[in-house]
């Protein structure tokens, strides 16, 4: 799985926290709210798209490590 992205979603979660609790005590109005938030909210969907895209070609990755998780478990289970 790909963590290229995690900087720039950790930013961008930040900063949408900070202006929700900026609007939720009512120092930004609401069209500032706005105009900050969905661009931010459109943003966090492109990261998205591009994590699940990531995931999805890495699916093979995936089954190789979970068939390891299996096997280990397997053979946790046999020593006890």
């Given amino acids: 799985m790909s963590y290229k992205y995690n900087k720039?979603?950790?930013f961008i979660i930040v900063i949408t926290l900070?202006?929700?609790?900026?609007f939720f005590t009512n120092k930004?109005?609401?069209?500032?709210?706005?105009?900050?938030?969905v661009p931010?909210?459109?943003?966090?969907?492109i990261?998205?798209?591009l994590v699940l895209k990531n995931t999805?070609?890495?699916k093979?990755?995936?089954d190789l490590h979970a068939t390891e998780i299996?096997?280990?478990?397997k053979n946790t289970m046999k020593k006890e």
């Fill in 28 to 37: 930004v109005s609401k069209e500032v709210f706005l105009l900050i938030y």
């Fill in 70 to 73: 299996k096997r280990r478990l």
């Fill in 56 to 58: 999805l070609k890495d």
């Fill in 47 to 49: 990261f998205g798209i």
């Fill in 8 to 10: 720039y979603v950790s």
């Fill in 40 to 45: 931010l909210s459109i943003a966090m969907l």
């Fill in 60 to 62: 093979e990755d995936i």
């Fill in 18 to 22: 900070l202006l929700l609790i900026l």
